[in-house]
């Protein structure tokens, strides 16, 4: 187990980190296209008639759009630090729970890749980036297994 996470209402360990990874980052992404869309909206407005741009007025138009921007970026933030830990975890072999008690490594070391190949299947493919795709852990490398 790596922590629990409430969002998902469940644990993220070795079965599901897949999904939580994919999880964080695609709500990052969609965070980074709503602030996106807000720019474009703002400089519509600004270049447009304010009262042409929105059907509410144009007072509570910049409110919403501030609002909104203020979510956005809280949530790419966010996510995008969740994101970064968790990439962070699968490249060192640690959880977050062993990062923080400083435990001593008791497993073999194994490079970034292989450890992004135990986490998201084997062999790398589009499948990587879906989460209806389950990872393969059949296929693994024999060598990635140290008894």
């Known amino acids: 187990m790596d922590h629990h996470c409430p969002w998902v209402n469940n644990c993220v360990g070795e079965n599901n980190?897949?999904?939580f990874v994919l999880f964080t980052m695609y709500i990052a992404l969609i965070s980074l296209?709503?602030?996106?869309m807000v720019g474009f909206h703002f400089?519509?407005?600004f270049e447009e008639d304010w009262t042409k741009c929105s059907y509410f007025s144009p007072p509570t138009t910049?409110?919403?759009l501030i609002l909104l921007c203020f979510e956005g970026l809280l949530f790419l933030i966010f996510t995008s630090v969740m994101?970064?830990?968790q990439v962070h975890?699968?490249?060192t072999d640690e959880t977050g729970i062993e990062q923080l008690?400083?435990?001593e490594r008791r497993w073999a070391k194994k490079t970034k890749w292989m450890n992004l190949k135990a986490v998201f299947g084997h062999p790398f493919s589009l499948g990587w980036a879906s989460p209806f795709a389950t990872p393969d852990h059949g296929k693994a490398d024999p060598s990635q297994y140290v008894v």
């Open 62 to 64: 910049v409110i919403l």
């Open 17 to 19: 980190q897949k999904y």
């Open 101 to 103: 008690k400083k435990e």
């Open 33 to 36: 296209h709503a602030l996106i």
């Open 89 to 91: 975890s699968i490249c």
């Open 43 to 45: 400089l519509h407005c």
């Open 83 to 85: 994101f970064g830990t």
